[in-house]
């Protein structure tokens, strides 16, 4: 059992710190990125806890900050935090209540929690980074900040939900996951999370095409 769980981990860090790569990682101004990588994460943590979902969440902006990344520890602190928000809120909210209902509740709060959390720690941590007076970053708050945040968690949210099922499917045919892992077996009810998770993710690329001056 450890084996297996020492390999699930390690097989998630890698998926996700993939997905911190090009064309993954998508560009919203000059040091903000968009990223999937906490999708990944979130599935790990649903199967295994919101421990194993830490453990996730610490490692790979580790990796990152050692390979790809330009933005040395202050990056890694805040991706981990920004990560660890979203990720320890959903998986600790879902293993209380375990059903579909329980996740989207836990995505929910997970999109709340990070927008707080990583604008709190913007407005400690970027005027460091940036070299810049703490009102320039007070500025950027409403215009800039705040629909990253919303628009990257909610992204992650809606993925989550979209991919969740068919990604526990798989492990449980590679023995990677146990086969009381899963959530409501409800038809009805997961098809109107699905539609849902739909339509959130469609928002949410229109509003990245909005910010982008695409349309």
């Keep these: 059992m450890k084996t297996r769980k020492i390999t699930t981990i390690a097989m998630f860090c890698a ?12 560009p919203f101004n000059s040091f903000l ?12 943590a649903f199967l295994m806890g919101p421990l194993a979902g830490f453990a996730i969440s610490v490692i790979v902006p580790f990796i990152e900050m050692l390979t790809v990344s330009h933005t040395g520890p202050i990056g890694m602190l805040m991706n981990a935090l ?25 995505l929910t709060a997970a999109v709340a929690a990070m927008t707080a959390v990583m ?3 913007n407005y400690i941590i970027t005027p ?20 990253f945040n919303l628009i ?14 068919p990604i526990v499917n798989s492990l449980r045919k590679a023995k990677l ?25 469609a928002t949410c690329v229109l509003l990245l095409l909005v910010f982008k001056g695409i349309i």
């Design 15 to 26: 998926i996700a710190f993939l997905l911190t790569l090009p064309p993954f990682k998508i």
């Design 33 to 44: 990125d968009l990223e999937v990588k906490d999708t990944v994460i979130t599935i790990g």
């Design 82 to 106: 920004s990560t660890c928000a979203f990720v320890c809120t959903a998986s600790f909210i879902y293993k209380r209540k375990h059903n579909m209902r329980g996740a989207v509740i836990g």
């Design 119 to 121: 604008l709190l720690w």
């Design 128 to 147: 460091v980074y940036m070299n810049a007076p703490r009102s320039v970053v007070v500025g950027m708050m409403v215009p800039v900040l705040l629909p």
């Design 152 to 165: 990257k968690a909610a992204a992650n949210m809606a993925l989550t939900i979209l991919l969740y099922k």
């Design 177 to 201: 996951a146990p086969e009381s892992a899963g959530v409501s077996k409800s038809g009805g009810i997961n098809a109107g999370f699905m539609i849902f998770a739909f339509v959130l993710l």
